[in-house]
């Protein structure tokens, strides 16, 4: 039998698109059984998993099935395609995303049933995802284990942190890493750079630390990895909204199980922080100088000598140099640093050890807000927004 829809997990049962092939040869049906202490589930295995059946037991409420029906599959051993005729050239790699897809439904369905809980009860965007195969089980479970704290199950009310939360249970700390220390570090990075001009150039360190702040949190935000839980595009996008639409939050993020990205697809990735971060940073500078001129006519007016030696900051010309150094430095840094240095090396081998993972961030992410203040002052001088005063 061949399915073709999917049904809320909220009655007796569900129904999934069938997995493997359809065909005719008698399946041998085994099963076994997980015995928690809530729930049963109940697997019955025709040679190829043409029948998928889970139990759910809570307490005193009605006995609840999800069902997964499908034909069986010939072939030796319960492998796919066998007997009636392989895949050949381009739907291969079609039906082997078809084949993760529907794995990740599963997996995240059993999860939820695991849980207690019905697909109806999750938010719009993660549905989808479920029913669409995008997420597997593992993403559930992060969610429900995140919506036990009451800060976080407020927070993933919203898509943008849903999205990253689901992808990094760290994320909050990072933000807090990089907007908490950020003042002290770039504060430190201006007095080493500047040293005995530090005080005549206070101005200067003024408005370099409020673009900063500003920025922190959005340089933590864009690059982050994400779990995609976007709507699709109308049908009537055009092809460079198809184009940014497929390409990842981070250009070195790991893909989920059913997801590939393209080289050209993680390039665009940093195109699109790039020009985020150019927007961005342009504004957090035009605020972060206009309030330093503001400062600076207000101290001309009290201390005349301070007349002779300040000079009011070039408000379009800083803002413009800050957002092209976002654009290009900051994000290259920020690209690396999450997806390459805690996604891909941290995070695997300090899973288990939130304390030492969370220290460890702090201790790099501290380092490169450091970095990138050295950077600025050099590059702002080198385009000479800001000059050397005697």
Request: proline share 4%; net charge positive; with cysteine.
């Amino acid at each position: 039998m061949s399915i073709s829809t999917c049904s809320q997990l909220s009655g007796h049962s569900l129904l999934l698109p069938q997995l493997f092939h359809h065909h005719s040869h008698s399946p041998t049906s085994q099963k076994f059984h997980i015995i928690t202490h809530k729930f049963t589930f109940t697997y019955k295995y025709p040679t190829s998993f043409a029948q998928f059946t889970t139990t759910y037991l809570p307490n005193s409420r009605p006995l609840q099935t999800l069902a997964f029906a499908g034909g069986s599959s010939g072939g030796h051993g319960g492998s796919r395609g066998g007997g009636g005729g392989g895949r050949d050239g381009e739907g291969e790699g079609e039906e082997e995303d078809k084949g993760a897809s529907e794995k990740n439904k599963i997996d995240a369905l059993v999860a939820i049933v695991a849980a207690g809980r019905t697909l109806s009860s999750l938010p719009k965007d993660l549905k989808a995802a479920v029913e669409a195969g995008r997420i597997p089980g593992s993403t559930i479970r992060q969610y429900f284990e995140l919506e036990k704290s009451p800060i976080l199950r407020w927070l993933l009310q919203f898509g943008g942190f849903r999205e990253r939360l689901l992808a990094d249970d760290l994320f909050l700390t990072k933000v807090a890493i990089e907007c908490g220390v950020g003042i002290f570090t770039k504060s430190a990075a201006e007095l080493e750079r500047r040293r005995e001009k530090f005080t005549k150039e206070l101005d200067f360190v003024f408005a370099d630390v409020v673009m900063a702040i500003i920025a922190d949190f959005m340089l933590v935000w864009l690059p982050a990895p994400t779990v995609s839980l976007r709507p699709p595009l109308s049908t009537s996008a055009g092809p460079l909204a198809k184009f940014f639409y497929g390409c990842p939050d981070n250009a070195f993020q790991v893909a989920m199980a059913g997801t590939s990205y393209s080289f050209l697809q993680r390039t665009g990735a940093v195109v699109r922080n790039g020009v985020k971060l150019f927007a961005i940073g342009t504004g957090a500078s035009l605020i972060g100088t206009a309030i330093t001129n503001l400062l600076i006519a207000i101290r001309k007016a009290f201390d005349k000598s301070f007349a002779v030696e300040a000079e009011d900051v070039p408000v379009l010309s800083t803002s413009v140099a800050y957002g092209v150094y976002m654009a290009v430095s900051s994000n290259l840094r920020y690209q690396v640093l999450a997806g390459v240095i805690e996604q891909r090396i941290l995070e695997p081998l300090l899973h288990q050890q939130k304390l030492l993972l969370s220290a460890m961030c702090f201790a790099v992410r501290t380092g490169n807000t450091f970095l990138g203040s050295l950077m600025w002052v050099d590059y702002a001088r080198w385009t000479g927004v800001q000059k050397i005063r005697e």
